[in-house]
């Protein structure tokens, strides 16, 4: 079981937003305001404990003009961890890098 640290929350919170949506890595850096060198190994880990499924997306790169894509939604037991996990520090999670004025969905700075 990975451990549930502030930013680990943070990207469960993400995913579970619209737990039926697909977020692609730099969609939930954007969300959660954390750095890709922490996101990626977090995801890495969601996916290990069976809390993420993961698949790359099928796209000609020439022609989107970008890489491809993996794309990463909750599992039933990450969906079960992350409603626990918002639960256990409902607030706590949400609350990172005030500096930067990211305000989360659903929440005001108090």
């Known amino acids: 079981m990975p451990r549930m640290t502030l930013q680990v929350r943070l990207v469960l919170q993400a995913l579970a937003e619209d737990p039926g949506r697909e977020r692609y890595g730099l969609e939930i850096v954007d969300w959660t305001g954390l750095m890709p060198g922490t996101i990626y190994p977090i995801l890495a880990r969601l996916e290990q404990a069976g809390w993420l499924s993961s698949e790359w997306e ?47 969905p659903g929440e005001a700075w108090s």
């Open 58 to 104: 099928t796209v000609d790169e020439s022609a989107a003009g970008r890489p491809r894509r993996r794309y990463y939604r909750l599992t039933p037991d990450g969906l079960t961890a992350a409603a626990a996990a918002a639960t256990t520090a409902p607030r706590a999670a949400t609350r990172l890098r005030p500096s930067l004025g990211r305000i989360l």
